[in-house]
T-cell receptor, first 113, second 115 residues
């Protein structure tokens, strides 16, 4: 157990629907990062939050949004889902600085049918 | 543009032998970090080793070592005494600059350890 908790582990939903992925960071970590891993795009950085505020944005679609709550857990909201959104979504956390690398959660596998 | 390149889609190694997984990078930022992660078939991402751009010595973590050649912009992962449990995807990643913590990942190398 890495200490980063992601729920659910698996999610199957239909095109056009909306889903919410949840992440609880490791105790003491203020930064949360979201990544998408798909077969064609590989691992892509989506967004980073630090202590409730957005810090960096990557290749995140407008249909996707995220937030980090006061208890530091984060949610990634995916709406108007398309078949191409099927992927493994990772959350990672770190202390500020992240010199030694992130700690990743086990991921949420999203399948859009 | 920042880039990480892993040119070996797949590698085989005999159990107990050493193997080198290649990684080259491109950045114009003098401050960066290089990482290797392991992804077993179960899907989780496991941090293996880190090398900072200003570190004078190559990083080592148990059976893992990072062969850092700054002038050549390469950061190869060396796994010594391979074990069957080392069979997995291996990703090289780069963090740019002191103020950003997003990573750029390579496409990965799938390593298969043979008994």
């Amino acid at each position: 157990d890495s200490g980063v908790t992601q729920t659910p582990k698996h999610l199957i939903t239909a095109t056009g629907q909306r889903v919410t992925l949840r992440c609880s960071p490791r105790s003491g970590d203020l930064s949360v990062y979201w990544y998408q891993q798909s077969l064609d795009q590989g691992l892509q950085f989506l967004i980073q939050y630090y202590n409730g505020e957005e810090r960096a944005k990557g290749n995140i679609l407008e249909r996707f949004s995220a937030q980090q709550f006061p208890d530091l857990h984060s949610e990634l909201n995916l709406s108007s889902l398309e078949l191409g959104d099927s992927a493994l979504y990772f959350c990672a956390s770190s202390v500020q600085g992240a010199q030694g690398g992130y700690t990743f959660g086990s991921g949420t596998r999203l399948t859009v049918v | 543009a920042q880039k990480i390149t892993q040119t070996q889609p797949g590698m085989f190694v005999q159990e107990k032998e050493a193997v080198t997984l290649d990684c080259t990078y491109d950045t114009s930022d003098p401050s960066y970090g290089l990482f290797w992660y392991k992804q077993p078939s179960s899907g989780e991402m496991i941090f293996l080793i880190y090398q900072g751009s200003y570190d004078q010595q190559n990083a080592t973590e148990g059976r893992y070592s990072l062969n850092f050649q700054k002038a050549r912009k390469s950061a190869n992962l060396v796994i010594s005494a391979s074990q069957l449990g080392d069979s997995a995807m291996y990703f090289c990643a780069m963090r740019e600059g002191p103020g950003t913590y997003k990573y750029i990942f390579g496409t990965g190398t799938r390593l298969k350890v043979l008994a």
